[in-house]
């Protein structure tokens, strides 16, 4: 008998779900990944290895993190201090979860928008990290078929998360580095116009504040705009504010919770957020999500949805504890927003001595950074060739921009908060020794007068690489010396 193929053999014995590619993990965002995995890098054991630059996670604070568990033992059942809890803690819990957990997260919420806004802890529904949420907030608003508008460009995740087990489409709002990638009243009408046309009913917007892969956060104007655009459309607004204490600098984040307080004949029914204390706190590993929804049916039945992602008890208890010392808390945060404003400061100030050109933002985990002028062609195809060349060649696992479904080949989403100021060095130093090895080969082929050109982007961008240097041949022959690992597939 002639043997089966893998994919053939998923197809005779498993469902079309388990089957098929629905969860979105054929894309260059989680090749990136694959391609650390095999080789990561290690100051001592593989210095050559692949530097992780593509998790948006915070790792600045660990050190404050570790001291208040060290100081407050009592706040694990699984410690002599806290052991005499085991019992009450271990055993079966609701769904609706402890009732210090849902106190304790709603008074977080608070703070890290300013205490500006009061949340309800009765309406606060846990779920396993924001996957689980986002997925359950598709299942609750919209049937297989419908669809969500999502603003460009947008985590590659969701892709996974709204789609795969729900059947939802995702409706792309095209935006434009022109205007810094705002959202714009005729994006969302012509992705409204694309979605009837392609017989998609549009059950919501979602909306990622501060903006994940962009780092931006939305002004006041633009959320009073966006609500009383889904409002008149009668259409849920989703607002992930997963990344809501990771402003620094000069940057703002209002909450959608906040608006909808200025605008009293709000339908508030269609208003719904996402959070976790993934980015904020730097706990993904924990999975705290929360789906916090302003209609009431929604709650009830996100609440029984909650079953299949719980968070444990005993990370119920402990976050209750930590999340109640405001002494802590305040402190965290503040630390928190000092240190990844130092960090974005390294980064970018590494990059402008390069030439490098970034989107300027104050916000998040990652910068956006321009790499338009390094590509053969303005293509998503040359996109792909460089992005090889940096995950394989320099060793840096950056996102492309493709992957976020941006509309313009060249820009790249880089993670900073995940690794110490060691690492961040070294990053620096390879793609300087990068940028060095590009212009000369650009003044070997380029006139004297050509290699001095500079071009100046839009004024809300640094400023980005001379015209001059351009990757040659000899990057991307296919004779070149680059790795052409399986894992890395020029899918986007």
Known sequence: MVALTAEKQDQNILSRMAAGDGHGENSAYFDGWKAYEDNPFHPIDRPDGVIQMGLAENQLCGDLMR?????????????????????????FQDYHGLPEFRQAVAKFMEKTRNNKVKFDPDRIVMSGGATGAHETVAFCLANPGDGFLVPTPYYPGFDRDLRWRTGVNLVPVTCHSSNGFKITMEALEAACENARESNIPVKGLLITNPSNPLGTTLDRECLKSLVKFTNDKGIHLIADEIYAATTFGESEFISVAEVIEEIPECNRDLIHIVYSLSKDMGLPGLRVGIVYSYNNRVVQIARKMSSFGLVSSQTQHLIAKMLSDDDFVDEFIRKSKLRLAARHAELTTGLD??????????????????????????????????????????????????????????????????????????????IRVFTSQLEEESLKQTKPMMAKRKKCWQSSLRLSFKDTRRFEEGFFSPHSPVPQSPLVRAQI
């Open 67 to 91: 001291k208040w568990v060290l100081e407050h033992p009592e706040a694990s059942i699984c410690t002599a201090e806290g052991v005499n809890q085991f019992s009450d803690i271990a055993i």
């Open 353 to 430: 001595g390069l030439g490098i050109g970034w989107l300027k933002a104050g916000a998040g985990l990652f910068i956006w950074m321009d790499l338009r002028n390094l590509l053969k062609t303005a293509t998503f195809d040359s996109e792909m060739e460089l992005w090889r060349v940096i995950v394989h060649k320099v060793k840096l696992n950056v996102s492309p921009g493709g992957s976020c479904h941006c509309n313009e080949p060249g820009w790249f989403r880089v993670c900073f908060a995940n690794m110490d100021h060691k690492t961040m060095e070294t990053a620096l130093e390879r």
